[in-house]
């Protein structure tokens, strides 16, 4: 599997060369906020640039909404089945925060994320879908967007549910056994325990990364408390001792301002990435549910063609003359089989391909996300030591006088 | 609690290596929650040798385990660290972790309770005559006895004593270390003739008195609480440059068995005796003794007196006419307005303080709780690895854990040196208490006073009255003229009683002033001390937390590149 356009997503690809190289860079921006009242929603300027031929012209630039960016998922999601399709951010459960600046960014980040990563992606760049995303003008849009129906409107975690539901029907109905049907692959099964597991940990610790943003909040709030406490203080005293009192009350309201912008930084380059990993592995979830209806689907065939099979013997047996009919069914259904096999063995091939691609791309993600808090931290540690210790002369003076 | 002497020391190799880290981490008590207020995190962490939570304990122990450690910090500090920094030491750490070093500290200049000791190298500005004087007052070994009573019930009458163990060079002590076991009925009753024999100064308030039940009594935690709460009295009382030289305090630290100070009375005792006085003083003219007006009338069993001196407060602030002496000092009016105004600027720190140590604490547990997690990561990944990328996650994750491990101890222990420097604010509002007590003293001795001063004006009008109309008759009326004598009989006691009075005003008066001027000058000392204390424990923990996550970042830093 060629990796040529696997690169980190990034809000910019800009093109190595201008015409040599085949590129296709995307960006979300320019977010702003349309409609009124409930019906109010943020609208997002999507800018394409490229070379592709099967593109009209070199640059475009739309306008886009939240649920076009659905359409797109669901779309890719039908299509491109055994590939892990990028995550999207969450729909916001909490009207309060819908159109908090803090909110706003972070999902036109994330969504500028989730675009770029379909173009890099080999296979997926070329689906007409992202093709119609990024060049239809608004009112195609708003009509393909308007016919989605049913299943694709489902979040990946509803698609597990329909997955055991029907599962459980199948099972029953058509095999006669209780249990359900799934591969006894040991390597698979291992994979589908470590993603599961995996969410868990992911989750807690994506809690705690949102727990710490909370936390430089209000150790920014009670600081810049403590330093205007401390400043009136500083007034009662007078003289040098009040003017120490003072500094330091200023020292404490400036390392306020900067906790609450370090903040704000894990916020955006390490609870967000943390946050991104773990709708990473909801999606593959979703493709696990999607190879096991494509398993289950495969083997239904199977049982049936082998019935059918018998059925055909018989009636050729007794010379009967529904064998015609009975042939040309029996070669449509095996025609079917040999689709549901190829479809799943396709989706076994991707799967296996995206998993060490997955995983290399998170030990990447994870490792820039980590050097970004370290780095954040370190300034943090950094400025605060600077600033206390520059007090320090100033107190000297006071103790000598 | 988790041999908490042990862990401390196991800490201290912590930094060595990751894998210890991670053991260590993974048995951590980071999970313990049991984490202190701010209010009696102060009663508990001023006292280095409690079993309290072995993160905070570790630190100021005895021989400090952090203080090897820094050695390796010191190459990765900042290359950029001023270099006309003139603190010695090439880091705070340093500088932090040595004057914390238990009791050691506090035989320096006189008896500072621990929160003031943060900078021992510093000479405070305080007491520099009677810096070759040293007081030292331990609390310890907390005993339940038996009251021998004939009670009913048998062990309803048990009460706790505790050990108080003096050292000192004071010659006036006669001795330079002694012991004995007293209770807390005896505090109360120091502290009682404390407030008797020292009007007009600020007297240290002693620790509450706590209503619950027995039980509670005598649980640890509440026993340890009031060892630490007494021992920072005592001390305290033994700061006093005037109470320190008298004979109460000597009395309750020497004499051993039962306290020779007389006891409190209860109230009930007191009213009964004051009703017996009370028919004498109704029949007949009863002057205040003069022994007795030195007391204030409140608290005392003169009940006809405790009825003058009210009226009399009542016609100052309703009567029409001004009493003859009035707190005319515009120079104490202006500094109790200081004073009032200060105080409620410290009540406001304060708190903000306590926000500051919470928001410091909480800080510290997240931190800690994304380390674990992110151990609990590193352990998955590296259990379910299958391809390389995987294990190099699960490095990378553990170098980022671990030093958040550590960031939150850090964290942690920071609070800790926070809580006790900012300690002092705390202090100062108890100061406060035994600031409007001294006030009070003076305005009641004013009152008493005032009181006498119209009783003499009334008791002279009505002599003069009775000499005008005995006058009149010729011969004079026996009666009348033995009445005379006896109201001039009275005029003198009075007199004297007024005397008496003023000049224990005057005494009390001069007493505030000194005391003021004491106050101010050891808060300022006192206030900057725990400014620096501050400021330099924040530095030195700053600088260790950079230095964590310095680290991760050079470990890292293939990845900057990577990222725009």
């Known amino acids: ?401 | 609690m988790m041999g908490s002497e042990n862990n401390g020391f196991e800490e201290a190799h912590l930094y060595a290596s990751r894998e210890e880290m991670e053991n260590h981490v993974l048995n951590d008590p980071l999970n313990n929650k049991s984490y202190l207020s701010y209010r009696s995190a102060l009663s508990s962490l001023s006292e280095t040798h409690n079993p309290l939570s072995p993160p905070i304990v570790a630190a100021p122990a005895d021989s400090d385990p952090l203080l090897s450690p820094p050695l390796q910090y010191r190459d990765l500090r900042k290359p950029n660290v001023p270099d006309n920094s003139y603190i010695e030491p090439p880091s705070y750490a340093d500088v932090i972790f040595s004057p914390f070093d238990g009791d050691s500290v506090n035989d320096v200049n006189g008896v500072e309770s621990p929160s003031r000791s943060s900078d021992s190298s510093q000479s405070l500005s305080r007491s520099p005559s009677s810096s070759s004087e040293y007081i030292k007052i331990t609390v310890s070994n907390p005993l339940k006895e038996q009251e021998l009573s004939n009670s009913i019930v048998p062990g309803s009458n048990t009460y706790v004593t505790y050990l108080i163990t003096t050292r000192t060079n004071i010659p006036e002590f006669g001795g330079s270390e002694f012991s004995v076991r007293r209770r807390f009925k005896d505090v109360v009753t120091l502290s009682d003739r404390l407030a008797e024999s020292y009007r007009g100064f600020f007297i240290p308030p002693r620790p509450d008195k706590s209503i619950v039940e027995s039980q509670v009594m005598q649980k640890q935690e509440f026993v340890e609480q009031r060892r630490v709460a007494l021992e920072k009295y005592l001390r305290r009382l033994a700061a006093h440059p005037v109470i320190k030289k008298g004979d109460e305090l000597k009395v309750f630290l020497q004499v051993q068995g039962k306290l020779p100070l007389s006891s409190t009375t209860d109230v009930a005792s007191r009213v009964l005796d004051g009703a017996v006085k009370l028919p004498k003083q109704l029949l007949g003219e009863s002057v205040v003794a003069p022994d007795e007006v030195v007391q204030p009338a409140k608290g005392g069993r003169d009940l006809l007196r405790l009825f003058k001196e009210l009226k009399q407060s009542m016609a100052n602030d309703w009567g029409g006419s001004k009493p003859q002496v009035v707190e005319e000092d515009k120079e104490f009016l202006e500094n109790k307005k200081r004073i009032q105004d200060l105080e409620q600027k410290v009540n406001n720190a304060s708190s903000q303080a306590e926000s500051l140590v919470k928001a410091q604490q909480d800080m510290g547990e997240t931190m800690g709780e994304l380390g674990l997690a992110f151990i609990k990561l590193t352990k998955f990944e590296n259990e379910e690895a299958i391809d390389n990328s995987q294990r190099v996650r699960a490095a990378d994750m553990k170098g980022l854990a671990t030093a958040a491990v550590k960031a939150s101890r850090f964290y942690r222990e920071l609070n800790a040196q926070t809580v006790k420097n900012l300690d002092t604010l705390h202090e100062y509002l108890g100061m406060m208490l035994a600031v409007h007590s001294a006030f009070t003293d003076r305005s009641s001795a004013l009152l008493t006073v005032q009181t006498l001063l119209s009783e003499l004006s009334s008791l002279e009008s009505r002599a003069e009255k009775l000499e005008a109309a005995s006058s009149k008759i010729f011969g004079g009326d026996r009666s009348r003229i033995r009445k005379i004598e006896e109201l001039k009989e009275t005029l003198r006691a009075t007199e004297d009683a007024k005397n008496v009075a003023s000049r224990e005003y005057e005494r009390i008066k001069e007493n505030n002033r000194s005391e003021l001027e004491r106050l101010d000058r050891e808060r300022h000392a006192d206030f900057l001390n725990m400014l620096k204390g501050f400021v330099v424990s924040q530095v030195g923990y700053a600088e260790k937390i950079a230095n964590v996550w310095t680290k991760v970042v050079d470990e890292t830093s293939g990845y900057a590149k990577e990222s725009s």
């Open chain 1, 1 to 401: 599997m060629n990796s040529t356009q696997r690169s980190v997503s990034g809000s910019t690809q800009s093109p190595r060369s201008p015409s040599s190289q085949p590129y296709l860079s995307v960006s979300v921006t320019d977010p702003v906020k349309l409609g009124n009242g409930v019906q109010a929603y943020i609208s997002y300027r999507v800018i394409t640039k490229t070379n592709f031929p099967e593109y009209q012209g070199s640059e475009k630039i739309v306008i886009r909404r939240y649920s076009d960016f659905v359409w797109l998922r669901d779309r890719l999601f039908e299509k491109y089945k055994g590939i892990f399709i990028p995550p999207l951010p969450e729909k916001s459960a909490v009207e309060k925060f819908r159109f908090t600046a803090e909110f706003i960014e972070m999902r036109r980040q994330a969504l500028d994320i989730f675009v770029n990563r379909i173009a890099s992606h080999s296979e997926l760049q070329q689906s007409e879908d992202l093709r119609t995303f990024l060049q239809a003008d608004e009112e195609t849009m708003e009509r393909l967007r308007s016919q989605e129906t049913g299943i694709f409107k489902k979040k990946p975690s509803d698609l597990m549910q329909i997955f055991k539901d029907v599962q459980s029907k199948v099972s029953d109905v058509v095999l006669g056994k209780e249990k359900p049907v799934e591969e006894s692959n040991p390597e698979y099964e291992k994979l589908k325990h470590y993603i599961f597991e995996l969410e868990n940990h992911l989750t807690e610790a994506q809690k705690h990364a949102y727990r710490l943003v909370k936390r430089h909040r209000e150790l920014g709030q009670s600081l810049s408390d403590f330093g205007k406490a401390v400043k009136l203080l500083g007034a009662c005293e007078g003289d040098a001792l009040g003017k120490a009192f003072s500094e330091l009350g200023a020292k404490a309201e400036t390392l306020s301002v900067k906790l609450q912008k370090e903040a704000h930084q894990i916020l955006m380059n390490f609870e967000e990435p943390m946050k991104d990993y773990v709708r990473a592995v909801q999606s593959i979830k979703a493709t696990i549910a999607e190879r096991a209806n494509a398993f289950r689907r495969q083997c239904e065939l199977a049982e049936t063609i082998k019935l059918k099979e018998i059925n055909l013997d018989k009636l050729m047996l007794t010379r009967s003359d529904r064998v015609g009919e009975a042939e040309i069914e029996y070669k449509e259904l095996k025609a079917e089989s040999e689709e549901a096999t190829r479809t799943f063995e396709t989706i076994v091939r991707l799967m296996n391909e995206e998993i060490v691609h997955f995983q290399e791309q998170k030990t990447l993600d994870m490792g820039i996300a980590f050097h970004e808090f370290a780095k954040g931290q370190a300034r943090l540690a950094n400025g605060i030591a600077d600033a206390w210790r520059s007090l320090l002369p100033k107190l000297e003076l006071c103790s000598s006088s």
